[in-house]
């Protein structure tokens, strides 16, 4: 299983959005300098997440993101579907009748990483962005 840098990057961005936008909207540039993530890269990933309304853009001088919902109602589900990442732990499509191994059973242990899929999205399922931020205590570029 592998969660690319795409989907760790926008909860990353999301998190430190959450952080401040109460004050202003954030800037991409902010989020980028804090969170080392290249600001061509955040632009892609918040573009998505506007599409998916997870954030809002501001117009203006004093512009930038802040979220769409509360951080306690946006679930990392949500950031990750929004971003276009799946968390599998296997190859093969539940629908499909081949297995994993291109053949025409699943695998000896298909159950076993299906079953770990499941707990793992659950875990995601059950954690919003208001969980991830009584771990950060930053201070604003």
Known sequence: MKLTSKGRYAVMALVDLARFDNINPVSLRDISLRQGISLDYLE???????????VKS?????GGYVL?????????????NAVDE?????????ESKRGCNGKATKCITHNLWDELEIHINTFFENKSLKDLLNNSKETRV
Do not use: A, D, H, Y
């Not at 892609?44 to 997870?54: D, G, M, P, Y």
């Not at 799946?86 to 539940?94: A, E, G």
């Open 44 to 54: 892609q990933i918040f573009s998505k997440l506007k599409k998916n309304e997870i």
């Open 58 to 62: 501001i117009r203006g001088t004093q």
């Open 68 to 80: 769409n919902k509360n951080p306690k109602e946006i679930k990392l589900t949500n950031i990750f």
């Open 86 to 94: 799946k968390v599998k732990t296997v190859q093969c499509k539940k």
